[in-house]
């Protein structure tokens, strides 16, 4: 399997390097982290329209590119090494997933093609937390899910929901102006994702709101899932690789004792475990790509595990690891590599932790037997 990139696939990640280069600095970060939507609805569209990448995954027949997985790995590298704040994991990687696979004809046509040409934002509510009944022609969701990666902003929420006294997982599609939803925001440490509490009080669905056969949700919400956790892991590496980056370059810069820290010997093998850990999470990450991008793979779930675990285990190790090299300075405002410490801390518990993604591993691979 070959894990380099296509020369289109590299034009398109050095055209997000160069526009997020521009339109995602720091002083940009940190003023959407301030905002109350947490990110620049002007640059989102901006990023559908113009750039088109909230179309990259959506077949063309629903008004997308038609690429594939491989591509949105791409890009979720890149955004990961600038901490871009923006509903792009939310939108492409949950919600327009879980539409692709269990949507109808006519869903797929209007939702997916009101994202990757209208930009419209998307949500995925999952969890245990909602359930459902029918009330004649409708069905009534009631209970509370949470977190919801930007459930706030959304404009479409994606929900899973369990019936009332029922095992049966169903899919539906509510918009956020729907009677009786109420959301909140819930206070993170990474305040460049946010994440959104749900609260289902009687919330009336229209049978059109059903994605895929009543009681036939599982298999689309884990192949979403799935997809989320493998575009999780690229932005991981993103935001591993830059810790590695920002602490190299301190460490050059750095004089202690009259000389540059990253001269000591103990430096020089911490940036080497770093880089280590970092390599050995993007080759799994890339694998994933790679079998994401494949019709039907039917192994994507152990490699989602198998790239989420070791990209959480690597970005927590190299951001940890970069804070350590700047010393005290590092947790203050003024140093960024505080920033990506709290994303990868708070990345490495989203969609299962490296320990619970290592057992689902074992389980599929026969080892826990």
Known sequence: ?????????EELRATA???????????????????EAGHDRALWKRIGAELGWTAVAIPEAYGGLGLSWVEVVALQEILGETLFCGPYFATVCLAASAIASAGSEEQKTRLLGSIAGEGAIAALAHGAGASWRRDGGEYVLEGIVRPVVDGHCADLLVVAARELGASELSLFMIPSHAARLVRAQLPTVDRT?????????????????????????APALERALALGAIALAAEQVGVAQRSLDLAVAYAKERIQFGRAIGSFQAIKHKCADMLVKLEAARSAVYWAGCVAAEPGAANLALAASAAKAAASDAVFFCAGSALQIFGGVGFTAEYDIQLYFKRARASAALLGDAAWHREQVAQRIGLDT
Not at 1 to 9: D, S, V
Not at 22 to 33: C, F, G, L, T
Not at 201 to 215: F, N
């Open 1 to 9: 399997m070959n894990f380099a990139f296509t020369e289109e696939q």
């Open 17 to 35: 390097r160069a526009f997020l280069g521009e339109h995602s600095k720091p002083e940009q970060v940190r003023a959407a982290m301030e905002s």
């Open 193 to 217: 994702r946010r994440l959104a509490e749900l609260r289902f009080d009687s919330v009336r669905v229209p049978a059109s709101g059903l994605l895929g056969p009543e009681g036939g949700g």
